[in-house]
Each structure stands twice: as C-alpha cells, then as structure tokens.
T-cell receptor, first 110, second 109 residues
C-alpha cells in the first residue's frame, strides 16, 4: 500500500509566477490537508478538503487555492508567487483522526 | 488562536539515555494531540495520537502523556538510539492542527 505521495519533489519558480502542487492520499483516505513549512518552523495549516469541498482554512491569502478530485487526490495552487512562499509544502491524508504525511514538495521562489 | 511551545528547542544526549520532550499549548479545548517525527528535509511520521479523554499512550520505547487541563504533553523516549535523531513535533487538534516549532534531538553514539 503506497503511502501519501506528492509531486514534484522540488520546484523553482520566479516571483509572480503560478505553481500547482499535487498530492495522492493514502489508499482509503478521503480527507486531504495542506501545510506550509518554512525553514526552522513547524508546519502551518493552509486548508483541508473533504468530499471535494474546502472544509477548513487557515490564515492564508486567496492566492492559495486548492481542489480535490473524485478519487480524493488534491492540488494546491499558488498564484502571484512571492519570495516568502519559499517553503516545504506538505500534504497529509486521513480517514479518521490520525494524519499521514507525504514527503513534501520543496518550492523555491527566486 | 492556539499557541504551541516546545521545550527544549534542541537536545543532545549520549546513546542509551532516557529523555523527555515537552509541549505546552494555550487552548485546552482540543480533540486530540499527535506527536510526529521529522527527518531533515522530509515529511512527518506519526508517532502517537492521544485522545483528549486519555492520559497516556505507549508505542515501543515511546510514551506520551497528556494533561489537557494544564495544556501540557510530554514525550518520553526510553533507551535512546542514534536512529532517534530527528526533530519531534507536537500538534494539538482543535478545529485544525497547530504545530510547535519542534525539538531537534541528536543522540550521540
């Protein structure tokens, strides 16, 4: 059983560009959450998707948006990239309460 | 807003020692609390989840306790090994998970 997978593993963009990150949840999991982790910090909650709807949202601007597909996979989109968006982006899936994390996508904005 | 503090920020111990990592949180209205391990540049691995109604949870050499009323949790690691070297994060769940900045543990062979 594959765990949570994320793609790509690394990404370099320039300011003002747009980026899409992808996540496939653990088999059988229906809920996907996204987190941003800056260097030396703990992860910060961006939003959570359940049944293709955004269920919870953290304190992130509208430049951050997402989507969940019928197969429960998810995308995170960030528009108008800023230097401060450089971080490790983590996806976590869950069926009940325990969250299982993917390896993350390292985004560098130049 | 939930604030999570982890003490110490970094810890270096010789192999074989028992150690305690501390986590405190400001809002006691939590559903549960999860402890994670993170290796450098990697994702998080779930270690233990304690429900708000529980006092402790054990898995192998790990034991986590929870005192919801005082806003504290501890992670006890017995007989530490070099492979335990990682950053340990606690995350209480309110309407979302809030993470501390973690404790960076180094176990010296």
């Amino acid at each position: 059983d594959a765990g949570v997978t994320q793609s790509p593993t690394h990404l370099i963009k320039t300011r003002g560009q747009q980026v899409t990150l992808r996540c496939s949840p653990k088999s059988g999991h229906d809920t996907v959450s996204w987190y941003q982790q800056a260097l030396g910090q703990g992860p910060q909650f961006i939003f959570q998707y359940y049944e293709e709807e955004e269920r919870q949202r953290g304190n992130f601007p509208d430049r951050f948006s997402g989507h969940q597909f019928p197969n429960y996979s998810s995308e995170l989109n960030v528009n108008a990239l800023l230097l401060g968006d450089s971080a490790l982006y983590l996806c976590a899936s869950s069926l009940f309460e325990t969250q299982y994390f993917g390896p993350g996508t390292r985004l560098l904005v130049l | 807003k939930q604030e999570v503090t982890q003490i110490p920020a970094a810890l270096s111990v010789p192999e074989g020692e028992n150690l305690v990592l501390n986590c405190s949180f400001t809002d006691s209205a939590i559903y549960n609390l999860q402890w994670f391990r993170q290796d450098p540049g990697k994702g998080l691995t779930s270690l233990l989840l304690i429900q708000s109604s529980q006092r402790e949870q054990t898995s192998g050499r790990l034991n986590a306790s929870l005192d919801k009323s005082s806003g504290r949790s501890t992670l006890y690691i017995a007989a530490s090994q070099p492979g335990d070297s990682a950053t340990y994060l606690c995350a209480p769940l309110c309407n979302q998970f809030y993470f501390g900045t973690g404790t960076s543990l180094t176990v010296i062979p």
